[in-house]
């Protein structure tokens, strides 16, 4: 697979999307599924963020995962924008 290239702002504002619902209906499959980051922390915050479904599961079926995973998300975006 190959390494991107992104920027911490990049990734950020693919979480954010995620979280607004804004973006391509694949967007966050891509992040999660169809991505691997060449900066060590970008992948680790990839890989969690892909499981946080599993980890965090959703009270609803219309969602990825429930409040504390979205609460994850967000924290990773302040992170990211810090």
């Known amino acids: 697979m190959r390494k991107h290239k ?4 990049e990734v950020a504002q ?14 966050w499959d891509d992040f999660t599924s169809g991505m691997s980051f060449e900066d ?8 969690r963020c892909a499981g946080l ?15 504390q995973g979205r609460r ?6 302040d992170q990211l924008r810090a």
């Not at 479904?53 to 409040?67: A, I, K, V």
């Open 72 to 77: 994850v998300i967000r924290d990773y975006i």
């Open 14 to 27: 693919i979480l954010d999307d995620f979280l607004i619902g804004k973006g391509s209906d694949w967007a």
């Open 53 to 67: 479904g599993d980890e965090f599961p959703p009270d609803h079926r219309s969602e990825f995962c429930n409040e």
């Open 40 to 47: 060590e922390q970008l992948e680790k915050i990839r890989l």
């Open 6 to 9: 992104l920027s911490n702002q």
